[in-house]
């Protein structure tokens, strides 16, 4: 599901930008990444505005790689 999205584009392997429908008041909110997987990543919000996010999964020497599970972002703050 894709609540409070308008779009998912994917800028190239491990890496996405979100735009958020109703966009939060400022780029300070808090952005949550989460993925379910077996391979071991971080994922990481490397930039936020109040209308988009841009995240990325990478391996220990920072190679942009897909995530082979599930993703997931929250994000918290005021509209």
Not at 13 to 31: K, M, P, Q, R
Not at 62 to 74: C, E, F, N, Q
Request: glycine letters at 10%.
């Amino acid at each position: 599901a894709s609540y409070n999205l308008t779009s998912i584009t994917d800028t190239g392997a491990g890496d996405w930008t979100l735009t958020i429908a109703t966009d939060f008041s400022t780029a300070n909110w808090v952005c949550l990444p989460a993925f379910e997987g077996s391979n071991q990543l971080h994922v990481s919000c490397v930039s936020k505005a109040a209308g988009t996010v841009r995240v990325v999964t990478q391996t220990n020497g920072a190679v942009l790689t897909d995530p082979d599970g599930d993703m997931s972002v929250a994000g918290f703050g005021d509209q």
